[in-house]
């Protein structure tokens, strides 16, 4: 059986993206007018910066304490990994984007995340050690 193309998506993710952004910012663009959206852009990628050093100073005080303690960062890691992911997504220019790395940033949203991501590695791990 073949396995899908991994990497296929991916792309195809890659180069919807811009479309999809595209086209919400024309949508808030005609509602709010085009300088209030570059602004809100604008904001929301200074507040995506504060609260990605914000998160992320916090997550690595976790993974010293963890050190520290002798125990093993794995969860502080996770988080490191979310909000670096959730900064990237900022930093985009779309609101699309902003939302999802608001959801990456927001510790709550990416409890849920972790999880996902952990069931996630644990199905890749069975499926390559059966």
Same mark, same amino acid.
């Given at each position: 059986?073949?396995?899908?193309?991994?990497?296929?998506?991916?792309?195809? +993710?890659?180069?919807?993206?811009?479309? $999809? %952004?595209?086209?919400?910012?024309?949508?808030?663009?005609? +509602?709010? =007018? !085009?300088?209030?959206?570059?602004?809100? #852009? $604008?904001?929301?990628? #200074?507040?995506?910066?504060? +609260?990605?050093?914000? %998160? =992320?100073?916090? !997550? #690595?005080?976790?993974?010293? %304490?963890?050190?520290?303690?002798?125990?093993?960062?794995? &969860? !502080?890691?996770? &988080?490191?990994?979310?909000?670096? !992911?959730?900064?990237? +997504?900022?930093?985009?220019?779309?609101?699309? *984007? &902003?939302?999802? =790395?608001?959801?990456?940033?927001?510790?709550? *949203?990416?409890?849920? $995340?972790?999880?996902?991501?952990?069931?996630?590695?644990?199905?890749?791990? %069975?499926?390559?050690?059966?």
């Amino acid at each position: 059986m073949k396995k899908p193309n991994f990497f296929g998506g991916w792309i195809f +993710l890659l180069l919807l993206l811009p479309l $999809i %952004e595209l086209w919400g910012l024309i949508q808030v663009g005609s +509602l709010i =007018g !085009a300088l209030n959206t570059i602004l809100l #852009v $604008i904001l929301t990628g #200074v507040l995506g910066i504060y +609260l990605t050093r914000q %998160e =992320g100073l916090q !997550a #690595v005080r976790k993974v010293q %304490e963890n050190m520290m303690r002798g125990e093993p960062p794995g &969860d !502080a890691i996770l &988080d490191g990994l979310c909000i670096l !992911a959730g900064g990237i +997504l900022l930093l985009i220019p779309g609101f699309f *984007t &902003d939302l999802l =790395g608001t959801i990456f940033l927001i510790p709550f *949203t990416r409890n849920w $995340i972790k999880r996902w991501i952990i069931i996630w590695i644990r199905k890749k791990m %069975e499926q390559h050690y059966r």
